[in-house]
């Protein structure tokens, strides 16, 4: 059985072209602190969520929501509304990363289906079995961590669904638990909705070099005749030992496509493409070709659009370690 694929949507726009790009389920945000993408120019009006919802099923695609911030202590309204918001709307699911959220969406939301969000960081059979067994979590979305063989094993351990990244940005961390962000600039996904913003980083220009600065962190330098991608604390270029180097992770895109075969043998229920804060014109490539090479049909080239020029298997191949 082929795995769902689900696409991003951070707009009205790029989600329209998911779909019509054969997505089978698309994912998106309420326009506030609620969900890990939260940029200006980005996300759902309660009235463009539900006309999403709308389109989505007319096109016999899902829609899932994704509500995967952890709430403030003292200030769960705005959370607590997106779930309610999201079943009012008509979402297939809503992605939840709070264990304060999955209890309340489980008691107060009984029928809206709860999917657990890779901020959550569940990676074992025995996390899985408790967000199944204690909220009733339909899936799980894994984190960016595991190997290949990790993904076989668990797959095969676990009675509950799972969901792996296929493509686009990808994180050497456990997701939910790096704080590297935040110490950089004081803002991360978790808390804020944003890994590295735009609104901390800098870029300094000194004759034919550029420093890429976060916060009051150097994270680069190159000259202008060397294609750089924006990099993140742990995809920073350092000094180790005197020579300049990604220590971490180079910046760049995640890309299966060559594995492809071999993650779907494992069994995997969903397949997932990052990219809410891409335009619907590289939303509508990106789905388009892994549509391709889920129906077995030739696939149209897609390394143009990878970061910096260049990509990788992450952790599936271990080729950042």
Request: with cysteine; charged share 20%; glycine share 10%.
């Amino acid at each position: 059985m082929k795995p769902e694929l689900v696409c991003p949507a951070g707009t009205p726009a790029a989600l329209a072209s998911a779909v019509m790009a054969g997505a089978d389920a698309v994912y998106a945000g309420f326009r506030n602190e609620t969900n890990a993408r939260h940029f200006p120019g980005l996300n759902f009006s309660m009235e463009e969520m539900v006309q999403a919802a709308d389109f989505a099923h007319r096109h016999h695609a899902k829609l899932y929501i994704a509500i995967n911030t952890f709430p403030e202590a003292g200030n769960t309204g705005p959370w607590h509304k997106a779930i309610s918001d999201a079943e009012s709307c008509g979402a297939d699911a809503v992605i939840l990363a709070d264990v304060g959220l999955c209890d309340h969406a489980a008691r107060k939301h009984p029928g809206l289906r709860r999917h657990l969000s890779v901020q959550a960081s569940a990676c074992t059979p025995e996390a899985l079995a408790f967000y199944k067994d204690r909220f009733g979590i339909a899936r799980v979305v894994l984190p960016r961590v595991l190997t290949l063989e990790d993904l076989t094993a668990l797959v095969a351990e676990s009675d509950v669904p799972c969901e792996a990244f296929a493509f686009g940005g990808y994180c050497i961390m456990a997701e939910g638990r790096c704080a590297l962000s935040g110490q950089a600039c004081g803002i991360s996904p978790n808390r804020g909705g944003a890994c590295s913003p735009a609104s901390a980083a800098r870029f300094e220009e000194t004759g034919d070099t550029t420093t890429f600065r976060l916060g009051m962190f150097a994270l680069d330098r190159f000259s202008a005749s060397r294609y750089a991608g924006y990099p993140t604390v742990c995809k920073g270029r350092y000094l180790v030992e005197g020579t300049p180097c990604h220590p971490f992770a180079e910046p760049g895109s995640l890309d299966i496509s060559s594995i492809l075969p071999q993650i779907v043998e494992t069994g995997i229920a969903a397949l997932k493409i990052e990219g809410r804060q891409r335009s619907r014109a590289y939303v509508a490539q990106v789905v388009h070709a892994f549509r391709s090479l889920l129906d077995g049909k030739p696939s149209p080239g897609i390394s143009s659009l990878y970061e910096g020029g260049t990509a990788s298997l992450g952790a599936y191949g271990k080729d950042w370690a």
